[in-house]
Antibody, heavy 120, light 114 residues
């Protein structure tokens, strides 16, 4: 079966960094683009960035450009999203999502989500 | 950026009745070169990840029941659930994936049983 399985919930202090992982299974990892999307409480879903699992090329939303890094480990079929300089507004559920082949920006498979809480 | 606005924010429908959700984009998502609307609908149930229901405004994803249908073009779109089932209780989001990012979502519409 095709799955994206994310790491567990995190609680971080303001100013810290968090890294969330997303492990893919059941499909050819390097053939797809993986995206990160977050949803803060009461807010709409928000695209953060993407990585080509094959090439490692990335693109980030301007909003997060200075604070987000997305990398992949092809040997582990895993993508990582690191968000630095955390603030309370970064409290959200973070999702990885697979892009539909040949169609950028269309998310056809989602991870279960990782709750990141930023609090002192 | 494209702003996606859904209406209503929530609706309650009796089992077996029709549910209709509107989504309006601040700019057209119709790509003239291929005549495709770059508009998708997702279903998000509590405790589960979002699920792709419809893309190209009206193409159902594999495995999605045919009671779900999408329509519209340009800036105005509709998701219809023809006969609401208990398992359809969820929040529904529209999303534009027109050309360059950022790709944006509507604020969501919560569907409940009346």
């Amino acid at each position: 079966q095709v799955h994206l399985v994310q790491s567990g919930a995190e609680v971080e202090n303001p100013g810290a960094s968090v890294r969330v992982s997303c492990k893919a299974s059941g499909y050819t990892f390097i053939s797809y683009v993986l995206y990160w999307v977050r949803q803060a409480p009461g807010q709409r879903l928000e695209w953060m960035g993407w990585i080509s699992a094959g090439s490692g090329n990335t693109k980030y939303s301007q909003k997060f450009q200075d604070r987000v890094t997305i990398i992949r480990d092809t040997s582990a079929s895993t993508v990582y999203m690191e968000l630095s300089n955390l603030r309370s507004e970064d409290t959200a559920v973070y999702y990885c999502a697979r892009g539909r082949l040949g169609t950028t920006g269309l998310f056809d498979l989602w991870g279960q989500g990782t709750l990141v809480t930023v609090s002192s | 950026d494209f702003v996606m606005t859904q209406s209503p924010d929530s609706l309650a429908v009796s089992l077996g009745e029709r549910a209709t959700i509107s989504c309006k984009s601040s700019q057209s998502v119709l790509y003239s070169s291929n005549n495709q609307n770059y508009l998708a609908w997702y279903q998000h149930k509590p405790g589960q990840p979002p699920k792709l229901l419809i893309y190209w405004a009206s193409t159902r994803e594999s495995g999605v029941p045919d009671r779900f249908s999408g329509s519209g073009s340009g800036t105005d779109f509709t998701l219809t659930i023809s006969s609401l089932q208990a398992e359809d209780v969820a929040v529904y989001y529209c999303q534009q994936f027109y050309t360059n990012p950022p790709w944006t979502f509507g604020q969501g519409t919560r569907v409940e049983i009346k």
